[in-house]
């Protein structure tokens, strides 16, 4: 069983900056794919950035391309968004995700993941 655990979100105004983080109690973090999903009201939940086990590939949906960057250190077991230049529109719920057992590069289904987080709630003012 793999426990994720999300902190970091907020209130934050347009232009701020946030860093969500995700820490997950798997022992083998490492072999892990991760990702980092969101969820507004009245809308289905997205993709927002993933990551490869070792971190050496990335994903980004093209609506956060050059303000987030997703990074994980494996000694930490940990997963971090770094979300810069926040728009009203990046308000959502934010999930961390695992995709345990076999896993090749990145994945932007939420489908293609077995475990996830509680979520953090990041509220972006206009």
């Known amino acids: 069983q793999v426990q994720l655990v999300e902190s970091g979100g907020g209130l934050v105004q347009a232009g701020g900056s946030l860093r969500l983080s995700c820490a997950s109690s798997?022992?083998?973090?490492?072999?892990?794919?991760m990702g980092w999903f969101r969820q507004a009201p009245g809308k289905e939940r997205e993709v927002v950035a993933a990551i490869s086990r070792s971190g050496g590939t990335t994903y980004y949906a093209d609506s956060v391309k050059g303000r987030f960057t997703i990074s994980r250190d494996n000694a930490r077991n940990t997963v971090y968004l770094q979300m810069n230049s926040l728009k009203p529109e990046d308000t959502a719920v934010y999930y961390c995700a695992a995709r345990t057992g076999y896993s090749a590069g990145y994945y932007y289904s939420p489908h293609d993941y077995n475990y996830w987080g509680q979520g953090t709630q990041v509220t972006v003012s206009s």
């Open positions: 798997g022992r083998t973090f490492g072999s892990y794919a």
